[in-house]
């Protein structure tokens, strides 16, 4: 398999500029993490948002750029870009305040020595306009992962509801240096955060997303009224061997159907965005997530496609049509 980057992860801001423990895991070329309160374990993210700020604090020749997004909820993501970041401090640089955008980035986190406060920052690798659609769709994908964060952290006593999550190893080990580094957590400002952001999205305070969300959430406080479970219409299941033969292959080729589906979508792409040396696997996974495949799937499909071999990477992490 290729080296590839840390993924990004999809994080709002509150939870974000909360995230002020450090670890480094003992492994060559571990990246510094910041690990949430509620597990999540962020090296690079993909956040999104509007741009609100944006200010040249250097000269033409040493540009260093400092810049602010609001993100769906209100609260704010601070971005900076220097001599060491080329790339973003360009991206940065031709953008206007008041444009949506979608950025992926490194974290990092800094105290003064004369202050016991950390401030957080993204240093952007990749950030581009986008449509406010866009952003929207990319909120309800930070919701569901803050839902999965806090259901998760709700269950880490709990050995049974905790393995029904289903979380990959990353989540898990986001979880266990969470309660490690925060023994005690406000774990209802989460709760708190989920329920405003959705709000905003569903009385239209942002424009919705085009697939509505359809999830479950719990709002801070003890005495939350749910509504009755409606039963549903029991289901015919299969009663011979022969049928649950046909099932399983069915579900087998509905499997695949969409996965050559995911891949027809992530060629298209590499042939559309691709302007002669390949696209970048960042802006390639911003663009693919808007049409649902995360950054876990969308490795699966690279390496299928290479082992394929119709794609290739003219250069790290960038893939070009074979």
């Not at 069915?250 to 042939?271: F, G, Y």
């Given at each position: 398999m290729a080296q590839r980057r840390e993924p990004g992860i999809l994080v709002l801001a509150q939870e974000l500029s909360s995230s002020i423990e450090k670890h480094v895991e003992d492994r060559e070329y571990s990246p510094t993490y910041l690990i949430s309160e509620i597990g999540g374990k962020l090296s690079r993210v993909l956040i999104a948002g509007v741009l609100d700020q944006i200010e040249n604090r250097g000269s033409e020749e040493d540009p260093f750029y400092t810049a602010r997004v609001i993100d769906p909820n209100g609260d704010y993501y601070y971005l900076q870009a220097g001599q060491y970041n080329p790339e973003g401090a360009a991206a940065l640089s031709k953008l206007e305040i008041g444009v949506p955008v979608l950025c992926v980035g490194k974290v990092r986190a800094r105290t003064p020595e004369d202050s016991e406060r950390t401030y957080v920052s993204v240093q952007p690798e990749s950030i581009r306009a986008v449509t406010m659609k866009q952003v929207n769709h990319w909120a309800v994908r930070a919701c569901d992962g803050l839902m999965l964060r806090i259901n998760a952290t709700k269950a880490f006593d709990d050995e049974e509801a905790f393995e029904k999550l289903k979380l990959n190893e990353r989540e898990i080990d986001g979880i266990k240096l969470s309660k490690r580094f925060y023994p005690s957590i406000a774990l209802e400002n989460y709760q708190a955060l989920l329920y405003n952001c959705l709000t905003r999205l569903a009385s239209g305070e942002v424009e919705s997303p085009e697939?509505?969300?359809?999830?479950?959430?719990?709002?801070?406080?003890?005495?939350?009224?749910?509504?009755?479970?409606?039963?549903?219409?029991?289901?015919?299941?299969?009663?011979?061997?022969?049928?649950?033969?046909?099932a399983t292959e069915?579900?087998?080729?509905?499997?695949?159907?969409?996965?050559?589906?995911?891949?027809?979508?992530?060629?298209?792409?590499?042939?559309k965005m691709d302007e002669g040396d390949g696209i970048y696997y960042d802006d390639l996974g911003i663009a693919i997530s808007m049409e649902g495949v995360g950054g876990p799937m969308l490795d699966e499909i690279l390496d299928s496609l290479t082992d394929q071999g119709l794609i290739y990477q003219p250069r790290f992490n960038h893939y070009k049509e074979a």
């Open positions: 697939n509505e969300f359809t999830g479950e959430f719990e709002p801070a406080g003890d005495n939350v009224e749910t509504t009755p479970e409606v039963e549903k219409p029991k289901e015919d299941k299969p009663e011979t061997e022969v049928e649950i033969k046909k069915t579900k087998k080729t509905t499997e695949t159907k969409k996965s050559d589906d995911n891949e027809s979508k992530v060629m298209a792409l590499i042939r």
